[in-house]
């Protein structure tokens, strides 16, 4: 789910940010500061895991910050609140692809292991396919407001998956 709404938004996001202000610098500041985020959500889910145990709860957690920050991105007029929750957005993401690589590589059998892997490896272009090809389209026909909106479903479907 992260890989879809990230690709989904990552390429209009710099044109995104230009109509709400943003210039060259300003709008690589604000990507750095996005993947920053990210870095940090990989980075902190493995002492996540390890102090509280509860990788779906982290799943399902994460989930809920991502639907309304993500929606919320279509509804800011300014940089810095576009910066803010693109930042919780990639922080969501980063902490969910972990966990999930964590709980893959809990449960899967070793012998199954590296096919498991492949599978989720492949999910990055998949995404990108998706996420690239709708996003132009939705902005195209129905806005930016759209776009944010309907990429806090997948979060959505995250937290579903997670409870079951």
Same mark, same amino acid.
Do not use: H
């Given at each position: 789910?992260?890989?879809?709404?990230?690709?989904?938004?990552?390429?209009?996001?710099?044109?995104?940010?230009?109509?709400?202000?943003?210039?060259? +610098?300003?709008?690589? !500041? #604000?990507? %750095? #500061?996005?993947?920053?985020?990210?870095?940090?959500?990989?980075? +902190?889910?493995? /002492?996540? %895991?390890?102090?509280?145990? @509860? @990788?779906? &709860?982290?799943?399902?957690?994460?989930?809920?910050?991502?639907?309304?920050?993500?929606?919320?991105?279509?509804?800011?007029?300014?940089?810095?609140? $576009?910066?803010?929750?693109?930042?919780?957005?990639?922080?969501?993401?980063?902490?969910?692809?972990?966990?999930?690589?964590?709980?893959?590589?809990? @449960?899967?059998?070793?012998?199954?292991?590296?096919? !498991?892997?492949? +599978? &989720?490896?492949?999910?990055?272009?998949?995404?990108?396919? !998706?996420?690239?090809?709708?996003?132009?389209?939705?902005?195209? @026909?129905?806005?930016?407001?759209? *776009? #944010?909106?309907?990429?806090?479903?997948? /979060? *959505?479907?995250? !937290?579903?998956?997670? $409870? #079951?």
């Amino acid at each position: 789910m992260p890989y879809i709404v990230g690709n989904a938004l990552l390429a209009l996001l710099p044109v995104y940010a230009a109509q709400l202000g943003a210039n060259e +610098i300003i709008t690589g !500041i #604000f990507l %750095s #500061f996005a993947f920053g985020a990210l870095a940090v959500g990989s980075l +902190i889910s493995g /002492w996540l %895991s390890d102090r509280f145990q @509860r @990788r779906k &709860l982290m799943i399902i957690l994460v989930g809920g910050l991502g639907v309304p920050a993500t929606y919320l991105m279509g509804q800011v007029n300014t940089v810095a609140a $576009l910066t803010v929750c693109m930042m919780m957005v990639w922080f969501a993401g980063g902490v969910t692809t972990a966990m999930v690589n964590i709980l893959t590589a809990m @449960r899967a059998a070793p012998d199954e292991r590296g096919r !498991i892997f492949g +599978i &989720l490896g492949i999910t990055l272009g998949l995404a990108q396919v !998706i996420g690239g090809y709708a996003s132009g389209a939705i902005v195209d @026909r129905w806005g930016y407001a759209a *776009l #944010f909106a309907l990429a806090a479903v997948p /979060w *959505l479907i995250q !937290i579903l998956a997670a $409870l #079951f």
